[in-house]
DNA sequence: CAATTTTTGGCAATCGCTTGTCATCCCTAT
DNA sequence: ATAGGGATGACAAGCGATTGCCAAAAATTG
C-alpha cells in the first residue's frame, strides 16, 4: 500500500508538483482536494433588463432579436448593443416555451461508437449549427424500443427528429412519422422523407468487380435482420446475381460489429465462397481478422467487400475494398429536408427522397479468384 | 439524360417497387412525391389534463410527479395512471424555466470524429441518461475560441458542462469555471474538477518495453500544441528518457489525425531514432501508413507506440502496441463529479480529481532495435 | 376524547419570453 | 392642410410547469 502511494505521488508528480503532497494520502486513484467553490451561475440578465439599458419596452427588444425587419434600423442596434454590454444569452427554455419551438433536432442513431454514424452525426450537427438548431443526440442501442421511447419522450423537447438507419418497424414508424416531423436515412421511402444511400447500385459495382477478377461462388454476409439497408442489399444482391448466373450463397444475420467478424469469417468460408459481398465494413474489417488468424489469405483464398468505407476501412489488413458512401452528405442533405418542413417559409422544394450515389472504391482486400 | 434517368429508375425498383413510376420522371437523384403531410404535433396534454383526469390540484400532479414523497402513495398511483392513460410528456422546457434547472448536461469535445472521443461521448451519454440527463454534445472542432463561444452561448441551457480535451487557456478555463459548473477531462486539476488518463505512468511503461527491447534512440512524436495531455505526456517522456539515459528527439506538433502522419513519420525518422512514442494512435495509425509505403519496415526498422488504443489500433497493419486508457470509464467518472457538485444532496464524497489507470498494450507495432 | 403533530393537497405567484392587439407617430398624396 | 396608410413600439395575456405558503385532513398522543 505503501509502496502504491509512492508510485502514484511520483505520477503526480508529473501533472502537478503543487499535487505531491497531496498525493501522498490520496486513496488508490481518487482524491478529495481543498474545496474550491464551484460556481452556481449567477443571476442571469433578462430581456427586461436589457430593455431597460436600451430604453425600450421589453416586447421591442424580443423583436429586435427575433424578427429583425420588425424594428428600426437604430433601435435595433441600440438592443443588441446593450445585450452585448450585459453579455445576454436569451433562454431558449422561455423562448420555447412561448413560442412553441425548441429549436433543437433530435438525431437518433442505432449505435453512437460504430464509426458509420460519426459522419452522419457531424453532417447533421454541422447543417444544424448552421440553421441555429441544436443537435440532440441519442444511442438507441439497435433497439426498436429504445427507439420508439426516445421518439416519445423527446416529442415535446425537439422539433423534429432524424433517424438514422431506424430500427423501427414500418407500423412504428408510421406511428411516429404522424405524431412529429421527423426525416429517414436509409429506410423505405414513401413512410417518411428519406435519404437514401444508394449502396445497391454499388452492389452492382461490386458484382463486376468480382466478376471481371473470375469469381463465380459468392456469398453474402448479412448485417442486423431489422435493418432496411441489408434488406435492400440483400435484395439488390439476389437480382443481380441471378442475372449474372452466379452461385452465391449467404450468411448472417450478424451484428454490425467487429465482433461479430469471426463468426461471420467461418461461415463464409463454409460455404465455399471466394468472394464475399459483407453487409458493412465493421463486420468485413472483423472477417479480415478472422481469416488471418485462420491462415485464410485476403485476397488470393478470398476476396472481401465491405459497404461505407468508414474510417478504418482504408488501413486494416490488407485495406478493404468497399463501397463508398458520401455518409456526411447524407446527414447534411437529411438536415435540409427537415428544416425545410420545419419552416415551410424559407421553401426550398420539400424534397420526399433524396438519392445518395455511391461508389466502389477497390484496395487490396479483393483480387483474382483462386485457380482450383 | 434518359439512360440516366433508367439506370436510376432500374435502381429505385430494387428499393421500392411502387417508386418505379415516380423514378421514371424524377431529375438525377432527387425526387419530389406527391405531398403526404407531415403532421405537426397536436395538442399535446398538459399538467392540468392529467390533474382533472385525476381529480386532483395540477401543484399535487408536480408533486407526485417531481417529488414522489410528499404525496399520497395511492394518490400519486391515480396521477401516475391518469398521466399514462394520457400519454403526458411534461414540457421540458417547462419545467426548466420555473425550476431554473435543465437537466442537460453539455459535452464539448475538439473532434466530434476522432475516435478516442467516441467512447468518452458513450460513457458521458451512459451516465447522463441513467441519471435522468439530456446530453448536449458539442464539436468544438479544435478550437479554443469556438470551446469559449459555446460555453457562453449555452449557460443557459445546460446545468453544467464536460470539458474533454479542453483547448482553452488556464485564464479560459478558470473564467467558465467561475461561470459555470464544470469538470475537465485530460486537464490540469486545481483548476475545476478532472478526470485525468494517467497516461504519464504509462509512458513509462512504454518506455521500459521500448528499452528492453533494446530501444535507445527514441523520438517522441508530439500532438496539438494547445494540449495539456500532450504537454503531460512529453513532460514525461522528458523525465523518463534523461533517467535512463536514452538519446532522445521529439517532432512536432501535429494535428491528432492520421493525415498528419505521413509528416510525422518523415520527421520521426529525419531524426535517426530506432522507436517513436506518438501523441496518439490516429497520429500513429497515420504513420504507419507512411512508413509503408516508405518501405520501413515496422517493427524491424522502426517501433511505433502509440496512445489511446481506439477503435482501429487493434487492426491495423501492424497491429499497434499502445497505453490503453479507459476512456468510457473517465466519460462516467466525470459526469458522475459533475452531478454529484449539480445536486449535492444525493452527494457522494465530490471528488476534484480522478485519475484512470492505464496500461501498456503490445501488439505487433514494436520489435527489437534493428542491429546496426 | 381533546389536543397536537404530521400529512396531504390547493392556491396563486412566478420563471423569461413571445405575440396579438392597439395606440402613436410620421409620411405621403390629394 | 388634412385624411389615409404604413411603421413602430407599448401593453398585457399567456406558454406549462414549480414552489412557497397555508388550510384541511388524518394520525398520534396523553
Redesign the interface.
Known amino acids: 500500500m505503501t509502496s502504491d502511494c509512492q508510485?502514484?505521488s511520483s505520477?503526480?508528480q508529473?501533472?502537478?508538483k503543487?499535487?505531491i503532497v497531496e498525493g501522498q494520502r490520496q486513496m488508490r486513484?481518487?482524491?478529495?482536494?481543498p474545496?474550491?467553490e464551484?460556481?452556481?451561475?449567477g443571476k442571469?440578465p433578462t430581456i427586461r433588463d436589457v430593455a431597460e439599458l436600451a430604453g425600450v419596452a421589453t416586447s421591442t427588444v424580443s423583436r429586435a432579436l427575433t424578427n429583425p425587419g420588425r424594428v428600426n434600423h437604430v433601435t435595433r442596434e441600440r438592443i443588441e448593443e446593450a445585450a452585448a454590454q450585459l453579455?445576454y444569452?436569451?433562454?431558449?427554455?422561455?423562448r420555447?416555451?412561448s413560442s412553441g419551438r425548441?429549436q433543437t433536432v433530435a438525431v437518433l442513431v442505432p449505435d453512437?461508437?460504430n464509426?458509420f454514424y460519426?459522419?452522419i452525426?457531424?453532417g447533421t450537427?454541422h447543417q444544424l449549427k448552421a440553421a441555429g438548431y441544436?443537435?440532440?443526440?441519442v444511442?438507441t442501442e439497435e433497439s426498436a424500443d429504445m427507439e420508439a421511447d426516445a421518439l416519445?419522450?423527446m416529442?415535446?423537447?425537439a422539433d423534429g427528429f432524424i433517424l438514422a438507419a431506424s430500427r423501427l418497424t414500418d407500423e412504428q414508424l408510421t406511428e411516429a412519422?404522424?405524431?412529429?416531423?421527423?426525416v429517414t436515412i436509409n429506410r423505405?421511402?414513401?413512410i417518411?422523407?428519406t435519404v437514401?444511400i444508394?449502396t445497391?447500385?454499388a452492389i452492382i459495382q461490386a458484382l463486376e468487380h468480382l466478376v471481371s477478377l473470375g469469381h463465380t461462388k459468392i456469398c453474402f454476409v448479412g448485417g442486423p435482420a431489422t435493418s432496411w439497408s441489408n434488406a435492400?442489399r440483400w435484395?439488390?444482391f439476389q437480382?443481380e446475381t441471378k442475372e449474372r448466373e452466379l452461385t452465391t450463397s449467404s450468411v448472417g444475420p450478424f451484428a454490425p460489429k467487429?465482433t461479430s467478424g469471426a463468426a461471420a469469417a467461418d461461415a463464409a468460408v463454409h460455404t465455399g465462397a471466394t468472394a464475399c459481398i459483407v453487409f458493412n465494413d465493421l463486420l468485413a474489417?472483423g472477417m479480415?481478422?478472422r481469416l488471418r488468424e485462420r491462415g485464410i489469405r485476403v485476397p488470393e483464398d478470398m476476396s472481401i467487400v465491405g459497404c461505407d468505407d468508414i474510417?478504418?476501412a482504408?488501413?486494416?489488413?490488407?485495406p478493404l475494398t468497399t463501397m463508398a458512401s458520401p455518409i456526411e452528405q447524407a446527414g447534411r442533405v437529411a438536415v435540409s429536408m427537415l428544416l425545410s418542413?420545419l419552416n415551410p417559409q424559407y421553401g426550398g422544394?420539400?424534397?420526399?427522397?433524396?438519392?445518395?450515389?455511391t461508389h466502389l472504391t477497390v484496395r487490396a482486400s479483393t483480387g483474382a479468384a483462386p485457380a482450383h
Chains 1, 2 share one sequence.
Open positions: 508510485k502514484l505520477v503526480l508529473l501533472w502537478d503543487s499535487l486513484n481518487t482524491q478529495t482536494m474545496e474550491l464551484l460556481q452556481s451561475p442571469q453579455n444569452i436569451p433562454s431558449s427554455q422561455a420555447g416555451l425548441t453512437i461508437t464509426p460519426f459522419d452525426i457531424r450537427q441544436t443537435q440532440l443526440l444511442d416519445q419522450k416529442r415535446r423537447s412519422a404522424a405524431q412529429q416531423p421527423l423505405a421511402p414513401a417518411a422523407p437514401v444508394d445497391p447500385s435492400k435484395q439488390a437480382v467487429t474489417i479480415l481478422q474510417f478504418g482504408d488501413f486494416c489488413n490488407p418542413r422544394t420539400s424534397r420526399r427522397l433524396a438519392v445518395m450515389p
